[in-house]
């Protein structure tokens, strides 16, 4: 689903967020990322999104070499991709139900398929009840499930997240763990960035270590 060869991401000012990088996340695989602040996990997501574009080194995301994808093709690649961010980055002046329905509103989706779609995430994330609230006036735990509704709203074959749990005690950060597991269930491919040691290692998943921009270490099936 995502490889790394040799990659790098030098940004303007000579400073290399990630050095000659290599993995490989199998289809239908889960995986986490850590290190210390900086490290570079935030750029290999982006990467991944096409967010960032590579400096050296080729890119493959479901089997197709990105590297050079050009601009007007980056959406349909987006297409497949959940992102999920650790401030939610939510629409405050729209309810929980227009929040997760952007991305089908984007895509051109019919008014009834984006009402079936926006439910079923919902459901899936547990705020079924809750679609037309404000986000503002949500937990952060509720915030985030929304943003992970929006993520998923759009049945991607990979879903990316950064820190999500950064701003959670330890049982939210557990229930929203457990979601992506979940997701994991059914065949999508996961990587969660995080620097929550702990819980990640009660979790049977593979770690990719970041170092100043380098892999330090890669688990078993992501070689």
């Known amino acids: 689903m995502i490889r790394f060869d040799n990659i790098s991401k030098r940004y303007p000012g000579g400073f290399e967020a990630l050095s000659n990088v290599s993995f490989h996340l199998h289809e239908g695989a889960m995986a986490f990322l850590t290190g ?31 590297t050079n994808i050009s601009a007007r093709r980056i959406p349909y690649v987006r297409r497949k991709i959940g992102f999920i961010f650790q401030d939610h980055n939510l629409l405050f002046d729209r309810t929980v ?45 509720e915030q985030q499930r929304v943003g992970i509704a929006r993520a998923v709203v759009n049945k991607p074959m990979l879903l990316l997240a950064d820190e999500p ?26 990587m969660v960035a995080s620097h929550d040691i702990t819980l990640i290692e009660e979790l049977d998943y593979p770690i990719l270590t970041l170092d100043h921009g380098r892999l330090a270490f890669a688990g078993a099936n992501t070689a």
Do not use: C, W
């Open 36 to 66: 210390h602040s900086g490290a570079g996990k935030s750029t290999l997501l982006k990467l991944i999104a096409l967010i960032e574009r590579t400096t050296r080194g080729q890119l493959f995301v479901d089997g197709k070499n990105v």
């Open 97 to 141: 139900f227009d929040n997760v329905a952007l991305p089908l509103v984007i895509s051109g989706y019919r008014h009834q398929e984006i009402g079936r779609r926006v439910r079923a995430a919902l459901d899936k994330v547990g705020l079924l009840s809750k679609e037309k609230l404000l986000p503002i006036t949500l937990s952060g735990g």
């Open 165 to 190: 749990t950064g701003n959670l005690d330890p049982d939210l950060s557990r229930e929203i763990m457990a979601l992506f597991t979940q997701f994991n269930d059914v065949g999508v491919s996961v």
